[in-house]
């Protein structure tokens, strides 16, 4: 009589709620989590999908690349690597160019470039609008035409539609901008200082052979390009590029102030979404390197 009631009670016990919760959380602390890269806590479910969704790949670099992907910088190491959406790519003293997935266009990153990609889905299915910012530095683009997307194209003083074009965006700094077209159409609109203004409704057209510079204090002025622009080339070795002309990590931590950007990490494998391995930083890997002092107290004469 005693053991069945025993039996009974140890029942109640087992389907009670509390032991089941209680269970449970043993269980999760008990099972190891995968290392992954995450985005920010604060974004919903439907913000925290279109951020892991890859939109293009790194496919060839040289010199130093990094890439920014949830707050987080890393530099690449091998290719190919996928963007998701919202990650920003970064040459110091190197190239990089960039597939997207939808259309096979390219973008070639001269040194010193710094940009972010986004791709957002449009009212119809299958339609994207793809964004392109550009911060800093130089790059040719090679833009395929399609009927389901658009890519935009902005620079801290213009911004316009790509389709269909060839060309080079070169950014000197947060003042002034200059565009040449090899190929294709590119309507252009400057970009005011405040939004409403007069200035930020001007729209310049150009057409193949045609540069355009666009300043912030100036109206937009187009004019017959000097030389068509040319694809920069990846198959040189990093100490033969130019150096950059301008500091591009000061304007990145002025413009975005990103955490940790003097501890960049060395990133490597496919993608992040995937479980790219994030090896030690760059700041840990010197100090593994410097020689451990030695203890002289020995050999010291008392």
Same mark, same amino acid.
């Given at each position: 009589?005693?053991?069945?009631?025993?039996?009974?009670?140890?029942?109640?016990?087992?389907?009670?709620?509390?032991?089941?919760?209680?269970?449970?959380?043993?269980?999760?602390?008990?099972?190891?989590?995968?290392?992954?890269?995450?985005?920010?806590?604060?974004?919903?479910?439907?913000?925290?999908?279109?951020?892991?969704?890859?939109?293009?790949?790194?496919?060839?670099?040289?010199?130093?690349?990094?890439?920014?992907?949830?707050?987080?910088?890393?530099?690449?190491?091998?290719?190919?690597?996928?963007?998701?959406?919202?990650?920003?790519?970064?040459?110091?003293?190197?190239?990089?160019?960039?597939?997207?997935?939808?259309?096979?266009?390219?973008?070639?990153?001269?040194?010193?470039?710094?940009?972010?990609?986004?791709?957002?889905?449009?009212?119809?299915?299958?339609?994207?609008?793809?964004?392109?910012?550009?911060?800093?530095?130089?790059?040719?683009?090679?833009?395929?035409?399609?009927?389901?997307?658009?890519?935009?194209?902005?620079?801290?003083?213009?911004?316009?539609?790509?389709?269909?074009?060839?060309?080079?965006?070169?950014? +000197?700094?947060?003042?002034?901008?200059?565009?040449?077209?090899?190929?294709?159409?590119?309507?252009?609109?400057?970009?005011?200082?405040?939004?409403?203004?007069?200035?930020?409704?001007?729209?310049?057209?150009?057409?193949?052979?045609?540069?355009?510079?666009?300043?912030?204090?100036?109206?937009?002025?187009?004019?017959?390009?000097?030389?068509?622009?040319?694809?920069?080339?990846?198959?040189?070795?990093?100490?033969?590029?130019?150096?950059?002309?301008?500091?591009?990590?000061?304007?990145?931590? +002025?413009?975005?102030?990103?955490?940790?950007?003097?501890?960049?990490?060395?990133?490597?494998?496919?993608?992040?979404?995937?479980?790219?391995?994030?090896?030690?930083?760059?700041?840990?890997?010197?100090?593994? +390197?410097?020689?451990?002092?030695?203890?002289?107290?020995?050999?010291?004469?008392?």
């Amino acid at each position: 009589m005693r053991r069945s009631k025993m039996k009974f009670l140890l029942c109640l016990l087992l389907a009670s709620p509390a032991f089941a919760a209680e269970k449970h959380a043993t269980q999760a602390d008990a099972t190891p989590q995968p290392a992954t890269l995450q985005a920010p806590a604060q974004a919903g479910p439907a913000q925290k999908d279109a951020e892991q969704q890859p939109v293009a790949t790194v496919t060839k670099v040289t010199g130093d690349v990094l890439v920014r992907h949830a707050q987080a910088w890393g530099r690449v190491t091998e290719v190919p690597l996928e963007l998701l959406n919202g990650d920003a790519v970064s040459t110091d003293r190197g190239r990089a160019e960039v597939h997207f997935l939808r259309d096979d266009s390219t973008l070639v990153l001269d040194v010193g470039t710094h940009l972010t990609i986004a791709e957002a889905e449009g009212g119809t299915a299958g339609n994207a609008l793809r964004r392109i910012e550009i911060f800093l530095g130089d790059v040719w683009f090679q833009m395929q035409r399609g009927l389901n997307h658009k890519t935009e194209l902005a620079t801290p003083t213009a911004v316009g539609g790509l389709r269909g074009t060839q060309g080079l965006v070169r950014v +000197k700094n947060a003042e002034q901008s200059e565009f040449t077209l090899a190929e294709g159409e590119l309507e252009m609109t400057k970009r005011a200082r405040s939004s409403g203004s007069a200035g930020e409704q001007q729209s310049v057209r150009l057409t193949a052979g045609q540069t355009m510079r666009a300043h912030r204090d100036q109206p937009l002025q187009a004019g017959k390009a000097a030389a068509l622009p040319t694809r920069p080339a990846l198959n040189v070795a990093a100490n033969q590029l130019p150096k950059p002309r301008n500091n591009w990590r000061e304007l990145v931590s +002025k413009s975005e102030r990103p955490p940790g950007i003097k501890q960049v990490q060395r990133l490597s494998g496919r993608t992040p979404q995937s479980g790219a391995k994030l090896e030690q930083t760059a700041k840990a890997s010197r100090s593994s +390197k410097r020689p451990k002092p030695t203890n002289n107290r020995a050999n010291t004469p008392h």
